[in-house]
């Protein structure tokens, strides 16, 4: 028997081998993480696209009592970026203690859910860059209330809504104890129910109430607005041909102006003066 002794492949050789490997070992990784975030793809394959909405009451966001179907700002967004991506719309309706984990697990493809932009969201999460909106906090309190300023809060308890980007600067800033609740309305019910001095949400939300609801008649809110920030339409962290086709329609809806006639559409009072400086800022292009 003639026994053959192994083949060794030369240093150089095997040095060229061990690379070209592990580049084709990155290609597929990356091509297998590519293939897993195309949501869009999932989206137009399937011709529908599924988004998720918070429903909080008023023009922004609502139940309509008489077809028990959402309506408001939200939901016309949303239904605008289906017809321009060409497919059919489902809504979720969310909240903002759940909105971001159905996101990521997938129960929805996008949000439009009264989120603004903040670095904390920005390390976990993917958006349309365009904001839509410009949003801020405010509080909702007795008008007998001898609370003058939001460090007035400082020592008292404020009821809010679980996962608000509030909570941060009524605690570090003005020292306040703060109440999460689920949802938008069972914090209201809470204040109402002396649980708390006040409660504390979108200014969009707040304003409408004390302005033209005799149940709110003996409420007033708090100025100026808490941290201010710009309303994104958010989407799952990598997914950027999502992004890029969702920022696509935002800046369309400034070019046309939009926005600015649904905001009048819905009664939404008072104007935004960011989708105005928005319009002349695209409207150029």
């Known amino acids: 028997m003639i026994s053959k002794k192994p083949t060794f492949l030369p240093r150089s050789s095997r040095s060229f081998l061990r690379t070209t490997v592990a580049l084709l070992s990155l290609s597929a990784a990356l091509s297998g993480t590519a293939h897993a975030d195309a949501t869009l793809d999932k989206i137009k394959n399937r011709h529908r696209i599924v988004v998720g909405v918070l ?7 609502s139940i309509d009592p008489a077809t028990q179907k959402p309506v ?15 497919v059919d719309l489902e809504t979720v309706q969310v909240q903002p203690s759940n909105r971001v984990q159905l996101l990521q697990q997938g129960k929805v493809d996008i949000l439009i859910a009264g989120m603004e932009w903040t670095p904390e969201r920005n390390e976990i999460l993917s958006f349309a860059p365009t904001p839509f909106y410009k949003v801020g906090g405010t509080a909702i309190l007795l008008k007998s209330s001898n609370i003058q300023r939001w460090e007035d809060l400082r020592g008292k308890e404020v009821c809010l809504s679980q996962g608000s980007n509030y909570a941060k600067p009524l605690t570090t ?23 708390c001095v006040a409660a ?23 100025s100026p607005e808490l941290i201010p920030g710009n309303s994104v339409v958010w989407a799952r962290k990598g997914e950027q041909d999502t992004v890029a086709a969702i920022d696509k329609i935002v800046i369309g809806w400034h070019k046309s102006g939009w926005l600015i006639a ?9 104007p935004s003066p960011a989708l105005v400086e928005l319009h002349a800022k695209f409207g150029k292009g």
């Open 55 to 61: 429903l909080a009451g008023g023009p922004f966001g």
């Open 72 to 86: 408001g700002w939200n939901v016309a967004l949303a239904h605008d970026i289906a017809r321009q991506l060409g």
């Open 173 to 195: 800033e003005y020292g306040a104890s703060v109440k999460g609740f689920k949802s938008a309305s069972e914090s209201l019910l809470a204040l109402r129910g002396g649980n």
């Open 200 to 222: 504390v949400h979108d200014g969009i939300l707040l304003n409408p109430l004390v302005n033209d609801s005799a149940d709110w008649k003996d409420y007033r809110t708090l």
């Open 262 to 270: 649904t905001e009048k559409s819905l009664n939404i009072t008072p």
